[in-house]
């Protein structure tokens, strides 16, 4: 019985630590007596004790380091430092395992030694203008590296860009010269345009009045107009109704006194009497005076 409990025991020892599971996201570089064997994927693996050891574990998501600020000199031979983010993944664990020693620190010295070939063909400048392709350009070096070493470069970004003190201040000064240039820019095209606004608002006003004063004396002369017609209708209305009367020739001699009457009662100094309205009136004295002989 105390056999049976001691190898009981004994299994226990033997088999339960070398029961492992591998959880999701990670596998395990396993060595059989010192030499790589197989890579455990996510599940439930037994390695023989004594005779395998897991070498390695990996983790497959993607990894983010941000590496310290590094010096580099531009091509116009002003130093700076740059710090970058780096985001890669492992693709294969035993190329990570045995490829290189201490693979983020290989990875970071290769960031800082390509960040200064690059920034090293570049003015401060361009330097400052072309994170892009300064990203672009390292992803590319750092992915094409790091392939030996089962490790994919995803994404590389220059995090800041710290120059010198002395340029610090000589490019604030250029901004705050730009944004008063700016400034003065877009307040002279507010007068211009202030300026245009009222020229035009004061020619449609001249144009508006001229305008109002046209139609004004085009009514006003189309009123007389108007009036003059209606008075020459009137007349020569009259006249017709004078014809279809046939009115005779004392009739006609009154509306030339009723009309000598009008002009009188007028404010003209001088009245000329045509000799026809002469003779009326010698004609109209004589009979007066023959009338004022028969009464008597």
Request: hydrophobic share 40%; no cysteine.
């Amino acid at each position: 019985m105390e056999f049976l409990i001691v190898i009981l025991i004994l299994a226990i020892v033997l088999i339960v630590p070398n029961v492992k599971i591998v959880p999701q996201a990670k596998t395990y570089v396993i060595e059989r007596v010192g030499s790589y064997y197989t890579t455990w994927k996510n599940g439930l693996h037994f390695k023989l004790p004594f005779l395998d050891r897991v070498a390695n574990q990996v983790i497959l998501k993607e990894i983010v380091k941000d590496f310290d600020p590094q010096p580099v000199i531009t091509k116009d031979n002003v130093t700076m430092q740059i710090d970058t983010v780096v985001y890669f993944q492992i693709t294969d664990a035993k190329l990570y395992t045995y490829g290189v020693e201490n693979p983020i620190s290989a990875i970071e010295n290769l960031t800082a030694t390509t960040l200064r070939n690059i920034i090293g063909e570049l003015e401060l400048d361009q330097t400052l203008t072309s994170r892009d392709i300064i990203n672009s350009k390292m992803r590319s070096i750092l992915d094409e590296a790091t392939d030996p070493w089962g490790i994919k470069v995803n994404r590389v970004e220059v995090k800041n860009i710290i120059p010198p003190r002395d340029i610090q201040e000589a490019m604030e000064k250029q901004m705050r010269a730009e944004r008063e240039r700016r400034e003065k820019i877009l307040q002279a095209e507010g007068e211009k345009k202030s300026s245009i606004l009222i020229a035009e608002g004061e020619k449609e006003s001249a144009i508006l009045r001229a305008e109002a004063d046209k139609e004004s004396k085009i009514k006003k002369a189309e009123g007389e107009a108007e009036a003059i017609i209606k008075l020459k209708t009137a007349e020569a209305e009259g006249i017709r109704l004078l014809k279809e009367a046939k009115a005779d020739s004392s009739v006609l001699t009154l509306k030339s006194f009723e009309a000598l009457q009008n002009v009188a009662n007028g404010q003209a100094t001088k009245i000329i009497v045509p000799s026809e309205l002469q003779n009326v009136a010698t004609i109209g004295t004589t009979i007066s005076e023959m009338l004022k002989e028969k009464n008597k």
